[in-house]
């Protein structure tokens, strides 16, 4: 079973600072199957990136994601207040098909 | 636009059964490359996926839940539900379901991702 891990658990960054969030997969990937999701407090998750590096609707360009194998980066160019929130990687595979990193908090210094 | 809305009982007893629904409005829960999901999201913790099914009725859940959980959909109400029994304190969560696209990039290559989430709904488990 494939496991993800994000790091760091929390990041203390100010508005207009680049934020670099790391997901590191126990073995490799697809990047056809990775995944990330923002979180704001109280919300339910949505869809920010899909494919890797792919934006989905509605997901500013100042965020971008790379990455292949086993480490994937998420990339916030200049945060916004709107920004500050909790970060999940995910994960598509045969078995189990779905996992969810332990997400990655950008909180404001 | 698409929309998910759970529903369900919000306090449940040790040992019993949770039931919840979603309800998808928008769009046929028939149509194109879609699953539909339940996730939950324990009290201060991360997302924890339960499990998906396709419309005709495949069904994929967790290995650590499969034991206690079901998931069915009913195409007529487009609707889907998640039944989880013998729950315990620690099955509180707030439970989301989601579609899960499946599409094909212009090489033929599968993805797979989240692209719409209901708000959630909370359910306790306590006596």
């Known amino acids: 079973e494939i496991v993800l891990t994000q790091s760091p658990g929390t990041l203390s960054l100010s508005p207009g600072e680049r934020a670099t969030l790391s997901c590191r997969a126990s073995?490799?990937?697809?990047?056809?199957?990775l995944s990330w999701y923002q979180q704001r407090s109280g919300q339910a998750p949505r869809l920010l990136m899909y494919?890797?590096?792919n934006r989905a609707t509605g997901t500013p360009d100042r965020f971008s994601g790379s990455g292949s194998g086993t480490d994937f980066t998420l990339t916030i160019s200049g945060l916004e207040p709107e920004d500050f929130a909790v970060y999940y990687c995910q994960q598509y595979s045969s078995s189990p098909p779905i996992i969810f990193g332990p997400g990655t908090k950008v909180d404001i210094k | 636009q698409l929309q998910l809305q759970e529903s369900g009982s919000g306090l449940v007893k040790p040992s019993q059964t949770l039931s919840l629904t979603c309800v998808v409005s928008?769009?046929?829960?028939?149509?194109?490359?879609?699953?539909w999901s339940w996730i939950r999201q324990p009290p201060g913790k991360g997302l924890e996926w339960i499990g998906y099914i396709y419309p005709r009725g495949s069904t994929y859940y967790s290995p650590s839940l499969t034991s206690r959980v079901t998931i069915s959909v009913d195409r007529s109400k487009n609707q889907f539900s998640l039944k989880l029994n013998s729950v315990t304190a620690a099955d509180t969560a707030v439970y989301y379901c989601?579609?899960?696209?499946?599409?094909?990039?212009?090489?033929?290559?599968?993805?797979?991702?989240?692209?719409?989430w209901g708000q959630g709904t909370l359910v306790t488990v306590s006596s």
């Open positions: 494919a890797t590096s």
């Open positions: 073995q490799s990937v697809s990047s056809n199957y």
């Open positions: 989601a579609r899960l696209t499946n599409y094909y990039d212009s090489s033929g290559s599968p993805q797979y991702y989240f692209d719409y």
């Open positions: 928008g769009d046929s829960i028939s149509s194109g490359r879609y699953a």
